[in-house]
Each structure stands twice: as structure tokens, then as C-alpha cells.
């Protein structure tokens, strides 16, 4: 059985919703972290907000898919 790791899937309004709410808050972040001054600290807080925000958006994916909200099958993005 194929894993939905890798499954591209279109959020629906409450998982976009729920989305902005956490990027705003890391963007909050972001320009705290900014304000310690540049450094190897500061570098690392930064990717490590990044996954955080990554990881939220599975977690989004993951509970949409429980809802079985996702109504119809959407190609996979492409760089074109």
C-alpha cells in the first residue's frame, strides 16, 4: 500500500483558515528571531521555524483527510 506522505491534497476552507492562523503566528516569530541579530543561533531558530510551519501544514493535510473533506482528486503541483 502506497504511503500519502508524499500526496499533494488542496486544503478546504477550514484547513486554510487554520493555515494563515499559524503563519501569522510564525511570522510573529520570525521577527522576533530576526531581532536577536544574525548568527549561527539565529540561523538555527529560523529553519527550525520553518519545519515547525512545514509540519503543521501535514498535520493540517493529515486531519483534512480524516474528515474525508477532500471531494475530489487534485493533480500534483509541478515547477512548470
Given at each position: 500500500?502506497?504511503?500519502?506522505?508524499?500526496?499533494?491534497?488542496?486544503?478546504?476552507?477550514?484547513?486554510?483558515?487554520?493555515?494563515e492562523e499559524i503563519?501569522?503566528?510564525?511570522?510573529?516569530?520570525?521577527?522576533?528571531?530576526?531581532?536577536?541579530?544574525?548568527?549561527?543561533?539565529?540561523?538555527?531558530?529560523?529553519?527550525?521555524?520553518?519545519?515547525?510551519?512545514?509540519?503543521?501544514?501535514?498535520?493540517?493535510?493529515?486531519?483534512q483527510i480524516q474528515?474525508?473533506?477532500?471531494?475530489?482528486?487534485?493533480?500534483?503541483?509541478?515547477?512548470?
Amino acid at each position: 500500500m502506497k504511503s500519502k506522505t508524499f500526496s499533494y491534497v488542496k486544503y478546504d476552507e477550514q484547513a486554510t483558515a487554520k493555515s494563515e492562523e499559524i503563519k501569522g503566528l510564525c511570522e510573529q516569530l520570525e521577527t522576533k528571531i530576526q531581532g536577536l541579530g544574525a548568527g549561527r543561533y539565529q540561523s538555527l531558530a529560523l529553519t527550525h521555524l520553518e519545519i515547525a510551519f512545514a509540519m503543521c501544514g501535514k498535520a493540517l493535510r493529515d486531519i483534512q483527510i480524516q474528515r474525508d473533506s477532500q471531494t475530489e482528486h487534485v493533480a500534483e503541483r509541478t515547477n512548470e
